[in-house]
């Protein structure tokens, strides 16, 4: 059974840090690809990152460039979002996704709240 557990979450300040992890398991994720996304209330789930398998080629949405950094450790199955600056639109639930880099076999994360207070 494939289970993508997430953690790291929590309330911050604006201009705090956080970290979240994505841990993977119940299979083997050669080639999947990586990403993280996120879901404010009322708005659709957006990309915010994600990373290749091979070459960790990485992708960031305009919103979070400079400030965000999505990076993987394939031995472990996992990959991480590490959150700076943060502000308080980024306030929303982040969801981690796993893929086949056609977006296929897609696996999602349980999602973790992240709220940034002003």
């Known amino acids: 059974q494939v289970q993508l557990v997430e953690s790291g979450g929590g309330l911050v300040q604006a201009g705090g840090s956080l970290k979240l992890s994505c841990a993977a398991s119940g299979r083997t994720f050669s080639n999947y690809h990586m990403g993280w996304f996120r879901q404010a209330p009322g708005k659709a789930r957006e990309l915010i990152a994600s990373?290749?398998?091979?070459?960790?080629?990485?992708y960031y949405a305009d919103f979070v460039k400079g400030r965000f950094t999505i990076s993987r450790d394939n031995a472990k199955n996992t990959v991480y979002l590490q959150m700076n600056s943060l502000k308080p639109e980024d306030t929303a639930v982040y969801y981690c996704?796993?893929?086949?880099?056609?977006?296929?076999?897609?696996?999602w994360g349980q999602g973790s709240q992240v709220t940034v207070s002003s």
């Open positions: 990373i290749t398998w091979s070459d960790s080629t990485t």
């Open positions: 996704k796993f893929s086949l880099p056609s977006g296929r076999d897609a696996y």
